[in-house]
């Protein structure tokens, strides 16, 4: 077995094992805590690049090839739970992403985070999660996949949450953590069920893993859309996909880079990554893909309308976060396994470079992030500004920037997807709203930039702000490289990046219209939004002039479609009340009626015989004799003191049982 | 053998009596020295800690019979024995017990309402705390009823005057309904197993299982069954001999079903659990409520096996609401220890669902075998993280005074190590993998999930409402802006946090690895398994 493969699991440990050595530093450790972390990323940026070298270096012999290192985790019965490690195209690719990004980061984070009181902290959460998504990633095992997918949360759960006291912050943690789990309940029961029905809990064991074409063959064609749902509900909600994509947003409340890393870059991709893993089991049954697209192709216009319509800097780049896994969910969904990951490759570049340039520009405006408060930071900021333009266009769909490629990619896709059992509308609907989306990025992407760059500062934040420093404008001048570097990888008709991923199989042929076609809908959009967001509107105090012209709908928009405020009327307020009922039957049905109910019945009893005893014998000595062996001793319990009599009469009786064992004992 | 030589000889025996020793040198000490007092409750709680030791070394994981085990005569006429013995349903409990006690006395320094505030005074305190320890060592060592049902009871009375003595504002009524429902439990198991005994003569739980599993010559029922009836029909009532199977099984249930609790046998446990003082309400719900799991492991599905099949759905149904209305009633509550109660409730609920779901038809062996071994991780998790969190409450309580949830907030500002050791413990509880909920909680479900997957889906609901009411708790202690009332609070003190750490590192070491606990169990738990298929 060759050594990176044997060792695959120290890229994951190393970033742990630097969370655990930083947790346990004080807090003024600062310099050596962040060292440590970097450095530990940094080895494991290696190795993952090690990783990625042998597969190149093993070629296309690899195809087929899925380089494993498993062990036994849990025996029990005469069987065992295995988990294990796993090298692949798919793995190599996220290994990359991931710790690439990470690393950059947390350089980035040295400057973002230098006056924060918990600095040392943030390190740690940041390699905690480090670990977790690299662990994630290779996971050979639908269950270590798992656990490894909790750890995540959890780390985005505390760095969401990381200025605490903030109330909307101490809110979102909690948002976050607990809408991810609804969908991870769905994941969960799939992952009982794929490891009943499959007998394995390993995706690849020298052909007799889950995911090995012997064992997908045994499985039925309505379990494997089962768990192909099941399991997609969980990519639903780490992705952001609609109806649980309300968490996302809110998770802005975490400083910027972690916005960048966990909730751009990685982590949301997450779900996107679980489908590309499951992609076997959902080819099953033509319908679990149909649903993936559909879900995917609604959330990317569905998010990409709300975000035209929002003021903050950072909660813009959420929705079309969202938006874009949208995209990678329905190009996965439509058939396309390579554009979609492919798509989640360049966005991690691009989406972490304008979070990364929003965070730069927040830190200058002294931590405003309402874009009608900014305004011409152009020449403020020009190092960030260029770096913003950049992921802006590649996010756009501008030629030759990465999300053309990709997005394209996606769009032929669709434009390739005709299942049997659809109607012709029906396979259209992706290609559609695919298109509709591309419109609409364009012209918020725009709307964004001429708010936040062009025109005069429209407050004294943005007046004087200046440059920030190199820990923070490095990060962003590489990632700027890898917006434009990262597209030629998928260069159409000639894709390494499709090479390197599924050697086996053919790309659909380009579609100059469709090329043509799209890249007219961007140029427009950019165009329009230029035209529309000058001059007058970008004026201190001027109405946005789409509010101006459509007020209603701007409100719906802006609003969210009032999505929050329907689940807190119906979801939130069902289980709060529930709960309340639950706790006041348990009180005065359970407990009042019938258990205090049946002790005042005995109690009555009790009192009656007490009085016939009374009555008729009233004598002192047969009452007492009698009130040890009949109903009335339920009496004396009820009131204060009969308890220490009976311990005095049971501690008696162990004591006399003793003596007794010992003399009967000895014969 | 002779008892008394039996004792000196044996191991599980020294065990047990080893904190009664302890709890009398400790009444034999002057009544205000409080720290010897203190350190010899905490030596001679921690001892028994070399005997398990041994044990673990000693015991073979490969069987699933009785090890280490003694037997003595003790009331020939009665025919009780001095039964003892391990097997892999105890030996994690008897781990327990070691590990939860000795950290009880060590933590119960100083917590509102303990021993220097309260008149009764220390010595007491400890006392009552290590004859539990006897008491649980004995239940959970114990192989013949009668002997075993000795210490069951006498398991009861430490609590009861823990709580009535130490506990919080309304433990004289906290107190009494807490001995009185669990008694009336009690007394109901003697019933059934009293006319168990009539008709066969035994009280030895390995015989009595043994008869469970011989079909009687000549006819579809096993030789308990037929004896039973045959009993019962000696009574002259037709509808006694018709359901007396099921009658017995029903009484014997109970006494388990209170104790476990399962709903809606629970109403006895919140306000127990909360008036109790923080060493009472650990005690309660991490080795107390394990007797009543226990008791099904060992007593309910090995001699009710057919039973158990029987009415596998209606109890699994229980089981299921158990979890679900005990996390929805955690979830509105204000008060700390009453949140952290109903926790409980709805963490057993998950035991009671593997051990039930074991009955129900299909899935196989494996399948019946990763449950029930998942209902013995779950109670030694439970155990761990149900310690810590009423310990963690205990400790905030004495800080701010207040258990009310709305009084709190941003207490991690102040209190960062506290919050971080808690938050562990907790996120073990809400099941974190890494830590020791998870992989107890993954193997009930897998196990079960074969058996019965619409419950189990439903059950799994749980889930999502453990980490609704506990991110609820930590939100409104923790976090949040805080008030300049609690700027002062002491954050943990050097022995807090050696009894936090503990309990964190060891829901670490066992979510990590588990398999060295499971193989404990698992020889017997498939042995267990294999009644069923």
Known sequence: MPWIVENLWLIAFLPFLAAGISALMPRAQKKASSGIVIFAMALSLLLSLKAGGYLLKAGSSHETLHLVRNFDWLPYGDTVIRLGFLLDPLSAMMLFVVSFVSLLVFIFSLGYMDHDENFTRFFTFLSLFAGSMLALVIANSLLLLFMAWELVGLSSYLLIGFWYQKPSAAAAMKKAFITTRIGDLGFFIGLLWFHYASGTSLFYDQGQGALDPTKLSILGGSAALWISLLVFCGAVGKSGQFPLHVWLPDAMEGPTPVSALIHAATMVAAGVFLVGRMYPVFEINPTALEVVAFVGAFTALFAATIAVAQWDIKRILAYSTVSQLGYMMMGLGVGGYVSGLFHLFTHAFFKALLFLGSGSIIHACHHEQDIRKMGGLKDRMSRTFVCYMIGMFALSGVPLFAGFFSKDEILLDALHFHPANLPHFASRIPIVFGLIGAFLTAFYMMRQVKYVFFGSPRDHGAQHAHESGSPMTLPLIFLALMAVATGFLGWPGHSWFHHFMEPAAEAHPTNLYLMLGSIAIVLIALGVSAFVYSGEALRAGAVDPLEARFASLFRVLNNKYYIDEFYEKTFVLFTRTFSRIIVRFDRYILNGFFVWGSALIVYGLSLVNQLIDEAAINRGFDKGCRSVRTGSQWNRWIQNGLSQHYLKITSLAIVILFLLALFIGRT | ?533
């Open chain 2, 1 to 533: 053998m002779n008892l008394l030589a039996l004792f000196q000889s044996d191991i599980l025996s020294s065990l047990t009596f080893f904190p009664l020793v302890g709890a009398l040198i400790l009444l034999a000490l002057p009544k205000h020295a409080l720290a010897q007092i203190r350190m010899v409750a905490f030596a001679a709680s921690l001892a028994p800690m070399i005997f398990v030791l041994r044990i673990l070394h000693l015991f073979d994981p490969g069987t699933g019979n009785l090890q280490f085990p003694a037997r003595g005569t003790w009331i020939p006429a009665l025919n009780v024995d001095y039964v003892v013995g391990l097997d892999g349903l105890s030996v994690a409990m008897v781990l327990l017990v070691s590990i939860i006690i000795p950290l009880t006395i060590l933590g119960a320094a100083r917590i509102v309402g303990e021993p220097q505030e309260n008149k009764v005074g220390a010595k007491p305190f400890f006392a009552l705390i290590l004859l539990e320890q006897t008491g649980l060592y004995g239940a959970f060592t114990a192989l013949n009823f009668f002997h075993w049902f000795i210490f069951w009871e006498a398991s009861l009375v430490p609590l009861f005057f823990l709580i009535k003595l130490y506990g919080n504002e309304d433990r004289t009524t906290a107190a009494y309904q807490f001995f009185i429902y669990t008694f009336v439990g009690s007394v109901a198991m003697l019933i059934g197993m009293q006319f168990i005994y009539l008709a066969t003569g035994s009280w030895d739980f390995k015989e009595l299982a043994a008869l469970a599993q011989t079909p009687h010559a000549g006819g579809n029922e096993t030789e308990l069954v037929f004896k039973i009836k045959a009993f019962a029909a000696t009574l002259g009532i037709p509808f006694l001999t018709k359901h007396i199977v099921t009658l017995l099984f029903f009484l014997v249930l109970m006494g388990f079903a209170i104790k476990v609790p399962l709903w809606p046998f629970h109403t006895w446990l919140p306000i127990s659990y909360t008036q109790a003082p923080t060493a009472g309400s650990i005690i309660l719900t991490a080795l107390m409520s394990k007797m009543g799991v226990y008791g099904f492991l060992r007593i309910v599905l090995p001699i009710f096996s057919p039973s158990v099949m029987e009415y596998s759905q209606l109890l699994m149904s229980l089981a299921l609401l158990t979890i679900l209305f005990g996390a929805l009633a955690a979830f509105s509550q204000r008060d700390l220890k009453t949140l952290v109660a109903y926790s409980s409730v709805s963490h057993l609920g998950y035991c009671l669902l593997g051990l039930f779901a074991v009955g129900a038809t299909g899935g196989s062996l494996n399948d019946r075998a990763l449950a029930l071994n998942g209902v013995i991780l779950q109670m030694f998790a439970h155990g761990l993280s149900a310690a810590g969190l009423f310990y963690f409450v205990g400790l905030i309580e004495q800080r701010t005074g207040t258990r009310d949830l709305a009084d709190l907030g941003g207490l991690r500002k102040t209190i960062p190590v506290f919050c971080g050791i808690m938050g562990i413990i907790l996120f073990a509880s809400l099941g974190l993998p890494g830590l020791a909920g998870f992989p107890a909680e993954f193997m009930i479900f897998r196990g079960s999930f074969p058996l019965s997957m619409i419950l189990i889906s439903v059950a799994v609901l749980g889930l999502l409402l453990t980490a609704l009411y506990l991110l609820r708790m930590m939100d409104k202690v923790f976090f949040g802006p805080q008030d300049d009332k609690w700027n002062q609070i002491a954050d943990l003190s050097g022995r807090e946090r050696f009894v936090g750490g503990m309990l964190a590192i060891s829901l670490f070491v066992v979510g990590m690895v588990p398999a060295p606990l499971v193989a404990l169990s698992n020889s017997t738990a498939t042995q267990l398994a294999k009644l069923f298929s």
